[in-house]
């Protein structure tokens, strides 16, 4: 498996070899627990400026190594539509967090430092567009990427999802291809 990692524009190191070599990516431990990792890059030094950014560490796993998790932000008003998106995010190696209050969204979101949010649009008391446009305003969360996932698929609520600083959007039914292809374009 030929792991991809963001590099980081800054000269400073974030992480050097030991620590790099000491990390699993999940998805490899969940899906076949005999794979090898080959850490690849075509220039030297690598690990000198590879960038983590809202990952979690776990000290426990199946291999006894220390494990990352991106974390996943799922909002909606509905357990059963979280309990769904978490059932597709976990055997991915996502580390999957619930929130069925949308005015608690900051509130997990400092507490949970999430890679992206899932948001449904449609929810009460404050709906997903309230909530996108509140956080791309905000200059502490407007970095996280927001994708809709919502039963709403006109032209004009995609449009207006774009306007509100969604970075993504998917129309609920999804399929599993959908959300993941969605997640994997940001986390």
């Not at 990516?25 to 794979?35: A, H």
């Not at 306007?163 to 129309?171: I, P």
Request: with cysteine.
């Amino acid at each position: 498996m030929l792991l991809k990692l963001r590099r980081k524009r800054r000269s400073r190191p974030v992480l050097d070899d030991r620590d790099l070599c000491n990390f699993t990516p999940i998805p490899c431990i969940v899906n076949k627990l005999s794979e090898t990792i080959n850490w690849q890059d075509s220039s030297a030094g690598l690990a000198s400026d590879v960038h983590l950014c809202a990952l979690e560490y776990c000290p426990e796993s199946p291999l006894g190594e220390r494990v990352v998790l991106k974390k996943v932000l799922i909002v909606d008003d509905s357990p059963a539509q979280v309990k769904l998106m978490q059932g597709l995010l976990e055997p991915e190696g996502y580390q999957p967090v619930g929130v069925n209050d949308p005015r608690r969204v900051e509130e997990a979101i400092v507490n949970e430092r999430p890679s992206v949010i899932l948001l449904d649009v449609v929810m009460p008391e404050r709906n997903g567009f309230q909530v996108c446009r509140e956080l791309k305003s905000n200059s502490e969360f407007n970095t996280i990427p927001v994708i809709l996932v919502t039963s709403k698929d006109s032209a004009s609520d995609k449009y207006w999802g774009e306007q509100q600083g969604a970075d993504g959007y998917v129309t609920k039914p999804f399929t599993r291809e959908d959300l993941l292809r969605a997640v994997r374009r940001f986390a």
